[in-house]
Structures are given as C-alpha cells and as structure tokens.
C-alpha cells in the first residue's frame, strides 16, 4: 500500500506508530538484501513518518522508544536514530547492539552512524 507523505498527518498516533514499524522493518530487510532502489522509496517513507512524529511533539516522538526492542533491525535501527536527539544513552544502547557481527549493510550503517554521533559529525535529524 502506498501512501503520500501528506496523507500521514491524517493517521492518529498509534497509526503512525504502527507505518513507521511496517516501513522501517521492510526498509532494513530491503537494504540487507541489497535491493537499494526498493529500500531507498522506503527510506523517504520512513523518514518523513519520522519527521512527522516530531512535528506531534515530545510525547509521540517518545513513542518510539518502545521500538528500540522491536525484533526487526530495521526498526530498531530507525528508532534509535529518531531517539538520539531526545534519548541519546537509550538510542545508542540499541545502535551499539545493531552494530555487533556479523557485518550486513544495517549493521555497517549503525556502526557509522555511532561514530558520527559520538564525534560530532552527524547531520541533524529532519
């Protein structure tokens, strides 16, 4: 099902919640599976879900916590980039685990984007 990134202001909390899980799940499988066209529409996606929950305010932003156990690495990987900027200990917890072998292109990614943040390197989050 596709859905416009406008379309997103509609959907309540919850929803949003549950499409950003759906999305950055099949994200993370796609970009281990090096499908790169296919992760990359799932990207946008996901990142403009993302930038939604920030517009709601800190309490759904906070939602995505709970997502940082999700048994997909797509998922926790996309939340606790999300949660950096609000819960930095909890976010890179679940980033250094995602980081641990064996090597995949999410687990290379989490790694670097550690590293980033750590050094002060990593570009704001939209």
Not at 103 to 125: F, Q
Request: proline residues 7%; charged residues 25%; glycine residues 4%.
């Amino acid at each position: 099902m596709s859905m416009k990134t406008r379309d997103l202001k509609a959907l309540g909390t919850e929803e949003l919640l549950s499409r950003f899980r759906e999305v950055s799940a099949r994200h993370g499988r796609l970009l281990n599976a090096r499908d790169t066209r296919a992760a990359n529409k799932d990207y946008l996606l996901a990142a403009a879900v993302r930038k939604e929950l920030r517009t709601r305010g800190p309490d759904a932003e906070k939602c995505l916590l709970v997502l940082l156990t999700d048994p997909e690495p797509g998922t926790r990987y996309w939340a606790a980039t999300a949660a950096l900027g609000f819960a930095p200990s909890e976010a890179e917890c679940a980033r250094a685990l995602l980081a641990e072998p064996p090597p995949t292109l999410l687990s290379v990614s989490a790694a670097m984007t550690l590293d980033a943040w750590k050094n002060g390197t990593l570009p704001p989050v939209e």
